[in-house]
């Protein structure tokens, strides 16, 4: 082994609705990773949230065959600063491994929301992503929305709800509260969309297309988070643009998502039944660089750093509104980040040699 590799720690898997979807990215950045330049330190995380030391192949991870005794140690982070990196609990002890990175390729809730980013800052772990602050921020869409107005971007209007406040249920009991969600449905107009506050992957999140539908999709959103947010529907389709940089940023090429019924949610974004996505958009060279430089202004403003994907949508009119910041978008070799990237002459091996060295 070459002393002088870095060690560099791949976080996969993770206490989230999303467990399956990390599973996949991190096989993809694992297996394309310059394993002549840094030691890869895999660290699994369960679905009930245990952190292990994984040893076996790789090729056991998509399948979610990793998690077996013989391939294993438990793993913890390190509270001590001064060795950045995690302690190995074995049946004879102790045993540590300093790290000189962590990526974590965690989607959702308990990865992608600035909880392990915490955890890994407060062990002194550089990280390789987005940090706690700003993971927190896109996660939650109703303070990324106002901070991308204040960078001038435009956002759908949206009303936010508590479960406390609105104890809402589908036969249409419960406080007051209900009455004021129905009011705000009626304010939005219908088609309206209907979200966790903090969720990945559209999780959650239900088009209502009529006012007696909207405390079933409240509910539903409710089981995602104790908060909701009721949005409008913005007329057009959705593009995204990935960003790359701390200091000096590169985007790829915006995409388009085309829809040919429903919304992009957690089935399509996987399985693509009903829709295409087009690299690059199929937009005018103008309007894209206008997207890109968009992405850019929230990328800053909501202090991202090392890789996002910005979503938006495009209206019939040309109007740009935000949508949402992946903080750890899909990372599979034809995922929609590398697939931007790929498009501007990025390769995916290119593309995680870049995070790696900045």
């Given at each position: 082994?070459?002393?002088?590799?870095?060690?560099?720690?791949?976080?996969?898997?993770?206490?989230?609705?999303?467990?399956?979807?990390?599973?996949?990215?991190?096989?993809?950045?694992?297996?394309?990773?310059?394993?002549?330049?840094?030691?890869?330190?895999?660290?699994?995380?369960?679905?009930?949230?245990?952190?292990?030391?994984?040893?076996?192949?790789?090729?056991?991870i998509p399948s979610d065959r990793w998690h077996r005794k013989e391939s294993c140690?438990?793993?913890?982070?390190?509270?001590?600063?001064?060795?950045?990196?995690?302690?190995?609990?074995?049946?004879?002890?102790?045993?540590?491994?300093?790290?000189?990175?962590?990526?974590?390729?965690?989607?959702?809730?308990?990865?992608?929301?600035?909880?392990?980013?915490?955890?890994?800052?407060?062990?002194?772990?550089?990280?390789?992503?987005?940090?706690?602050?700003?993971?927190?921020?896109?996660?939650?869409?109703?303070?990324?929305?106002?901070?991308?107005?204040?960078?001038?971007?435009?956002?759908?209007?949206?009303?936010?709800?508590?479960?406390?406040?609105?104890?809402?249920?589908?036969?249409?009991?419960?406080?007051?509260?209900?009455?004021?969600?129905?009011?705000?449905?009626?304010?939005?107009?219908?088609?309206?969309?209907?979200?966790?506050?903090?969720?990945?992957?559209?999780?959650?999140?239900?088009?209502?297309?009529?006012?007696?539908?909207?405390?079933?999709?409240?509910?539903?959103?409710?089981?995602?988070?104790?908060?909701?947010?009721?949005?409008?529907?913005?007329?057009?389709?959705?593009?995204?643009?990935?960003?790359?940089?701390?200091?000096?940023?590169?985007?790829?090429?915006?995409?388009?998502?085309?829809?040919?019924?429903?919304?992009?949610?957690?089935?399509?974004?996987?399985?693509?039944?009903?829709?295409?996505?087009?690299?690059?958009?199929?937009?005018?060279?103008?309007?894209?660089?206008?997207?890109?430089?968009?992405?850019?202004?929230?990328?800053?403003?909501?202090?991202?750093?090392?890789?996002?994907?910005?979503?938006?949508?495009?209206?019939?009119?040309?109007?740009?509104?935000?949508?949402?910041?992946?903080?750890?978008?899909?990372?599979?070799?034809?995922?929609?980040?590398?697939?931007?990237?790929?498009?501007?002459?990025?390769?995916?091996?290119?593309?995680?040699?870049?995070?790696?060295?900045?």
């Open positions: 082994m070459n002393d002088k590799k870095k060690k560099i720690a791949v976080l996969f898997g993770g206490c989230s609705s999303e467990y399956e979807v990390s599973l996949q990215s991190a096989y993809a950045v694992i297996t394309h990773m310059d394993t002549e330049k840094y030691e890869l330190i895999l660290i699994g995380i369960t679905k009930s949230g245990e952190w292990y030391l994984y040893q076996g192949n790789p090729e056991e140690i438990p793993a913890a982070v390190s509270p001590n600063r001064e060795l950045h990196g995690i302690l190995l609990l074995k049946k004879e002890g102790t045993e540590t491994i300093s790290l000189d990175g962590a990526l974590p390729v965690l989607h959702g809730k308990n990865g992608e929301d600035g909880t392990v980013q915490g955890v890994l800052e407060l062990a002194g772990i550089p990280l390789i992503g987005c940090d706690t602050m700003s993971s927190a921020i896109c996660m939650d869409k109703e303070t990324a929305h106002r901070l991308a107005e204040t960078c001038g971007i435009k956002t759908p209007r949206a009303y936010k709800f508590f479960r406390k406040e609105t104890l809402c249920t589908a036969d249409g009991t419960g406080s007051g509260y209900i009455e004021k969600i129905q009011a705000a449905g009626s304010e939005l107009g219908y088609p309206l969309f209907v979200k966790p506050l903090r969720a990945g992957s559209s999780f959650g999140i239900t088009k209502v297309m009529k006012p007696e539908d909207l405390l079933t999709a409240a509910d539903y959103a409710f089981a995602y988070d104790d908060c909701v947010v009721i949005e409008e529907m913005i007329e057009g389709f959705e593009v995204g643009c990935a960003v790359l940089g701390k200091d000096e940023l590169i985007t790829g090429a915006v995409d388009e998502i085309e829809l040919s019924e429903g919304f992009f949610d957690y089935t399509e974004k996987y399985t693509l039944k009903s829709s295409k996505i087009h690299v690059p958009a199929r937009i005018p060279k103008e309007k894209a660089e206008e997207i890109q430089e968009a992405a850019k202004k929230i990328y800053r403003g909501l202090g991202c750093s090392y890789f996002a994907r910005v979503d938006l949508f495009l209206t019939p009119d040309g109007e740009i509104y935000f949508n949402e910041v992946n903080t750890i978008p899909g990372f599979t070799s034809h995922s929609r980040y590398p697939s931007m990237m790929k498009a501007v002459g990025i390769s995916f091996e290119e593309l995680l040699c870049r995070l790696l060295e900045m």
